[in-house]
């Protein structure tokens, strides 16, 4: 058992000022109010807080393609009525709009799960949290389901230069398609996905009959689940099937996207789970004591998702929290009563028993298919990570990054968050 575990958290508090448009269910602010929430339980004090780097093209092509991550760079809600044809070729459009300042958005988001990445790999902390990232849908050529850049792929890719399995665990409400896609045909990443199926929901994929291909084949698990799952029925199956998971995969390392719109009440969700049951599953994993890289992902009822990441926070550092939310810069989402739980849901259970148990036994059968952990050399680990040189006499002068971007970009060990001094900006919903 270790005996205290060091904990990073990221955080910049651009990432919850871009707006996604007046009838968009995605909204980045929940961000802000997470933060926020988190600093009024004194959460803070208990971590390292860094601001994460932007994450380069050159980065965001170590999985997506170039012309993808290009296109995201330069395109702005000024000019795309000038690329149709690129805007249905990248699925940029009613799901996925373009908005002010998407790219930085994505930079910022992605580059935090990387820097998380960074640290569990060079070993400055036991679990690093990111609750920006988690954006699972997106896929190498283009956006999908309100995500643009795939992080959860791109932290994971950082991880294999140094840990030779890689579990990813997701309990959005959502199929996490994205992630499954990008590693379905090797067995170095284990993908397991507890998520609603069936009846049209997005993204339509996540059947309990997708294990995966060729070398990865029994490598990607999928809990497909009905409507109404409530707490006990969740957790019971989450700690099987984790349990056995963990045993017979042997990770190094485990990737736990936290999407908080399988939380009941949720405006996309269908699911009946209270906060703490959602914690349940996050604190479940804590006691595995490997190495822990935390997102956040979907949640569209945006006061239950402060709540529940800021809960879970408190979970991974051990800190019951009081359930009289404190004084804090949002305080008014979280009338009448103030209170940092909420109940279970009320939508009727379609998952019955034998259900439930059945899917339990299709995926503890294709767990009995993997004998033994793969043995998977380690590759050469390449370096941290490459930046092009350029040449700044050469830039046009318009161009060259002003004093306030430069300083934005210095990251530094013992940058903290104090209170309220991250330019956050108040944006409340239209």
């Known amino acids: 058992m270790r005996s205290k575990d060091k904990i990073a958290y990221f955080y910049d508090g651009d990432v919850g000022s871009v707006y996604f448009g007046p009838n968009h269910p995605m909204k980045p602010h929940r961000l802000c109010m997470t933060h926020h929430l988190v600093l009024s339980y004194d959460l803070h004090k208990k971590m390292e807080i860094y601001r994460p780097h932007k994450a380069y093209p050159v980065e965001l092509a170590q999985f997506h393609s170039a012309d993808y991550v290009e296109?995201?760079?330069?395109?702005?809600?000024?000019?795309?009525?000038?690329?149709?044809?690129?805007?249905?070729?990248?699925?940029?459009?009613?799901?996925?709009?373009?908005?002010?300042?998407?790219?930085?958005?994505?930079?910022?988001?992605?580059?935090?799960?990387?820097?998380?990445?960074?640290?569990?790999?060079?070993?400055?902390?036991?679990?690093?949290?990111?609750?920006?990232?988690?954006?699972?849908?997106?896929?190498?050529?283009?956006?999908?389901?309100?995500?643009?850049i795939n992080d959860l792929v791109l932290?994971?890719?950082?991880?294999?230069?140094?840990?030779?399995?890689?579990?990813?665990?997701?309990?959005?409400?959502?199929?996490?398609?994205?992630?499954?896609?990008?590693?379905?045909?090797?067995?170095?990443?284990?993908?397991?996905?507890?998520?609603?199926?069936?009846?049209?929901?997005?993204?339509?994929?996540?059947?309990?009959?997708e294990v995966g291909e060729k070398e990865g084949k029994f490598y990607a698990i999928n809990v497909p689940l009905k409507d109404g799952i409530d707490d006990t029925s969740f957790n019971r199956l989450f700690k099987t099937i984790i349990s056995k998971v963990v045993e017979t995969y042997l990770p190094g390392v485990i990737v736990l996207q936290c999407g908080a719109d399988s939380l009941a009440g949720d405006r996309l969700g269908c699911f009946n789970l209270s906060i703490d049951g959602h914690a349940e599953c996050v604190r479940f994993v804590k006691k595995f004591n490997l190495p822990l890289l935390v997102t956040g992902g979907g949640g569209y009822t945006k006061e239950n998702v402060a709540r529940c990441w800021t809960v879970e926070t408190g979970v991974l550092l051990d800190s019951e929290l009081p359930n009289e939310i404190p004084e804090n810069e949002y305080i008014k989402y979280f009338s009448p009563d103030f209170s940092l739980r909420i109940p279970n849901g009320h939508i009727e259970n379609l998952n019955s028993k034998s259900y439930i148990s059945t899917i339990k036994m299709q995926v503890l059968e294709n767990l009995r298919c993997i004998q033994h952990a793969p043995n998977v050399q380690m590759q050469e680990v390449p370096p941290d990570f490459y930046i092009p040189d350029f040449d700044e006499d050469a830039q046009n002068p318009d161009e060259r990054v002003d004093q306030h971007t430069q300083d934005k970009h210095i990251q530094r060990d013992d940058e903290y968050y104090e209170g309220d001094n991250d330019n956050d900006h108040n944006m409340d919903d239209v």
Not at 95 to 106: A, G, I, M, R
Not at 109 to 116: E, P, V
Not at 129 to 136: R, T
């Open 155 to 209: 932290g994971i890719l950082e991880l294999l230069k140094h840990h030779a399995r890689v579990l990813y665990i997701d309990i959005d409400v959502h199929h996490g398609d994205g992630v499954e896609e990008a590693f379905y045909f090797t067995d170095r990443v284990m993908t397991v996905s507890f998520h609603k199926f069936g009846d049209m929901f997005f993204p339509g994929t996540g059947d309990a009959k």
């Open 71 to 148: 296109f995201l760079h330069r395109i702005t809600p000024d000019t795309q009525h000038l690329f149709s044809n690129e805007l249905a070729r990248y699925n940029l459009g009613e799901d996925c709009p373009v908005f002010d300042n998407l790219f930085e958005f994505c930079q910022i988001y992605a580059g935090g799960t990387i820097d998380a990445a960074r640290r569990l790999n060079n070993k400055l902390c036991d679990i690093a949290i990111n609750w920006a990232g988690g954006l699972h849908h997106a896929k190498k050529c283009e956006a999908s389901g309100f995500c643009y």
